[in-house]
């Protein structure tokens, strides 16, 4: 079937013939070796937990930045393979470089102070706590 499904619409005919030039973010995946941040959320409680893929990636290249509500991580990959044999030319050599983001925001607000962040095996881990919010609801403001 040409890689087409029943009942599947066809939005757009280029899709099916032309995926990399309708997808260019597909292209850059391929060509930063297929890196891409998959997370997974979960609410507990006062705390939400992250975690994050990042096959292959230094603990020294994560940068996780908190907004309020917004969470950002961003990594660099690089990776160079090289294969020499004696005597022998070179007939493939594999380098990638590149830089992957995530951005999510979540329904309340993180408290930046108490956040706890762990890397191991791959996997970026994070605790973000809720900040604590007035319990009162809205705020009546005096006018003068």
């Given amino acids: 079937m040409n890689g087409l499904r029943l009942f599947e619409p066809i939005i757009n005919p280029l899709e099916a013939v032309l995926p ?3 997808d260019p973010w597909r292209l850059e995946k391929e060509l930063f070796g297929g890196t891409d941040i998959r ?4 609410e507990k409680g006062d705390i939400y937990k992250v975690r994050a893929d990042l096959p ?9 930045r908190i907004d309020g509500n917004i969470v950002q991580i961003d990594a660099h990959t690089e990776d160079a393979k090289e ?3 004696n ?15 995530r ?12 956040v706890v962040a762990k890397y191991s095996d791959g996997v970026l881990s994070l605790e973000l706590p809720k ?4 319990k009162s609801g809205t705020k009546r403001i005096a006018i003068q």
């Fill in 83 to 85: 294969f020499k044999e």
């Fill in 131 to 134: 900040k604590a919010t007035s």
């Fill in 56 to 64: 292959g990636v230094k603990k020294e290249d994560i940068n996780v």
């Fill in 103 to 114: 951005t999510f925001s979540l329904a309340d607000d993180v408290d930046e102070s108490k």
């Fill in 20 to 22: 990399r030039f309708v």
């Fill in 39 to 42: 997370v997974d959320i979960v």
């Fill in 87 to 101: 005597g022998g030319k070179v007939l493939r050599c594999e380098r990638y470089y590149g830089s992957v983001s």
